[in-house]
Nanobody
Framework: QVQLVESGGGLVQTGGSLRLSCAAS????????MGWYRQAPGNQRALVAA???????NYADSVKGRFAISRDNGKNTVYLQMNSLKPEDTAVYYC????????????WGQGTQVTVSS
């Protein structure tokens, strides 16, 4: 069974930075897709950033230029570097992984809370 564990969330002031980590129980090289989603109270869970097995990245318009997704295959970990944080970035951030792109749900982590104060 695949397990994903997110970490790195916390409280930060507007304009600050955080780096989230998603550690997988197995080799992340086996996943064709890994992504970060977030969900704020009253909102739908939405895709923030994604990276494919080939290294292609994709970002939500609201975070382009501020967030960066990356992976370290040796550590079996995917990261989300978040810079210039805004209060609207406040949410629970979740990691998702799919072995194949055509999978509907894939695997989910437990989430990590990010709170940006103003």
């Amino acid at each position: 069974q695949v397990q994903l564990v997110e970490s790195g969330g916390g409280l930060v002031q507007t304009g600050g930075s955080l780096r989230l980590s998603c550690a997988a129980s197995g080799s992340i090289s086996s996943f064709d897709f890994m992504g970060w989603y977030r969900q704020a109270p009253g909102n739908q869970r939405a895709l923030v950033a994604a990276i494919t097995g080939g290294g292609t990245t994709n970002y939500a318009d609201s975070v382009k230029g501020r967030f960066a997704i990356s992976r370290d295959n040796g550590k079996n970990t995917v990261y989300l570097q978040m810079n210039s944080l805004k209060p609207e970035d406040t949410a629970v951030y979740y990691c998702n992984a799919k072995r194949r792109l055509w999978e509907l749900a894939g695997y989910w982590g437990q989430g990590t809370q990010v709170t940006v104060s103003s």
